[in-house]
Nanobody, 126 residues
Framework: QVQLVESGGGLVQAGGSLRLSCAAS????????MGWFRQTPGKEREFVAA????????YYADSVKGRFTIDRANAKNTVYLQMDSLKPEDTAVYYC???????????????????WGQGTQVTVSS
C-alpha cells in the first residue's frame, strides 16, 4: 500500500502561483508513475499532468500546458505541481495519484492509478 498526502492548496488571485506537493509513504520501494487530477462539483475527475518514475517524461492537459509544471524528487518520495498564471477556471480540488509503472511510463486516465490522495482545494479568485 502507498499513502499519498497533498499539501499547498489555498486561495490565490488570478495570475498568481501555487506549488502543490504530494508526499508518498508506505511501499515506496517500487517504481511509480505519478499524476495530478482535479475535480469540481458535479464533474468527472479531470487529468492535469503526469510524470514517469524517472521524471524524464511528462505530459500535460492542453488547458494547463505552458502554465503548470510537474516534477518529482524520488529521494523525498514527493511529486510537485507548480501552477503559474492561475485562472479562475483552475479552481478545483486537486488530487495526487500513483501507480506502479515501468521507468518511462506515464498515464493520463484516472482508472490507471491505484492510489489516491485525499485532495487539496485550490481556489482562484478573479
Amino acid at each position: 500500500q502507498v499513502q499519498l498526502v497533498e499539501s499547498g492548496g489555498g486561495l490565490v488571485q488570478a495570475g498568481g502561483s501555487l506549488r502543490l506537493s504530494c508526499a508518498a509513504s508506505g511501499r515506496t520501494n517500487s517504481n511509480y508513475a505519478m499524476g495530478w487530477f482535479r475535480q469540481t462539483p458535479g464533474k468527472e475527475r479531470e487529468f492535469v499532468a503526469a510524470i514517469s518514475w524517472s521524471g524524464g517524461t511528462t505530459y500535460y492537459a492542453d488547458s494547463v500546458k505552458g502554465r503548470f509544471t510537474i516534477d518529482r524528487a524520488n529521494a523525498k518520495n514527493t511529486v510537485y505541481l507548480q501552477m503559474d498564471s492561475l485562472k479562475p477556471e483552475d479552481t478545483a480540488v486537486y488530487y495526487c495519484a500513483a501507480t506502479p509503472a515501468a521507468s518511462g511510463t506515464f498515464y493520463i486516465r484516472a482508472a490507471s492509478y491505484n492510489y489516491w490522495g485525499q485532495g487539496t482545494q485550490v481556489t482562484v479568485s478573479s
